[in-house]
């Protein structure tokens, strides 16, 4: 059964921060994963992460699952403390609404720059990329209407869920949904 969290002030604070972002985004593509293993994934050096991976944890964003042997000492291995994140209730906490705007555009800066990379390669190999496709659209439909999409969207994602593929095509997707009156 899938574990979903959704994010309090503490867990928003940290994941605004871009580099825990990224750190969290890559345990959570890796899987269980160990501080090395994230450094070479992101190219930056693994005692540079042990702060953001620490706060991670201390948020209840990631967990220790396990601990592998090596030469000098046990390694800690990390993964994340659920399958889904979800933003808070700002009807309800009004007071996270910046934290959420925060965090929101972490993940939203991550996804610009993997976008990036992704245009870069299909310049370099002078083909256009299969799967490099932006959708922008500024729809105006009924309440009933707009249930449905964000509905809609929620069965893609449990689509790309169900069949995920190990030697798959990685594909990077972020929806950001909102009214705008």
């Not at 160990?34 to 540079?48: K, V, W």
């Not at 996270?96 to 993997?114: D, F, I, N, P």
């Not at 390669?121 to 496709?133: M, N, S, T």
Request: overall charge positive.
């Amino acid at each position: 059964m899938r574990k979903t969290i959704e994010l309090n002030e503490q867990q928003l604070s940290c994941l605004a921060s871009p580099v825990r972002a990224d750190v969290f985004t890559t345990i959570r593509t890796l899987g269980n994963c160990a501080i090395g293993e994230i450094a070479r994934a992101l190219n930056r050096p693994a005692d540079s992460l042990y702060y953001h991976v620490r706060a991670l944890l201390n948020a209840g964003l990631v967990r220790e699952v396990s601990q592998r042997p090596t030469r000098r000492k046990p390694e800690a291995v990390y993964a994340p403390a659920a399958d889904d994140l979800r933003l808070p209730d700002l009807v309800a906490q009004p007071a996270l609404a910046e934290l959420s705007r925060k965090t929101v555009a972490a993940g939203l800066r991550q996804t610009m720059r993997k976008l990036d990379e992704a245009a870069k390669r299909a310049q370099e190999q002078k083909k256009p990329e299969e799967f490099l496709v932006v959708i922008r659209a500024l729809p105006k439909l009924s309440m009933e209407d707009a249930r449905t999409f964000l509905e809609m969207l929620e069965k893609v994602q449990e689509f790309a869920r169900e069949h995920e593929c190990p030697n798959g095509v990685k594909l990077h997707w972020m929806s950001v949904v909102f009214p705008t009156e």
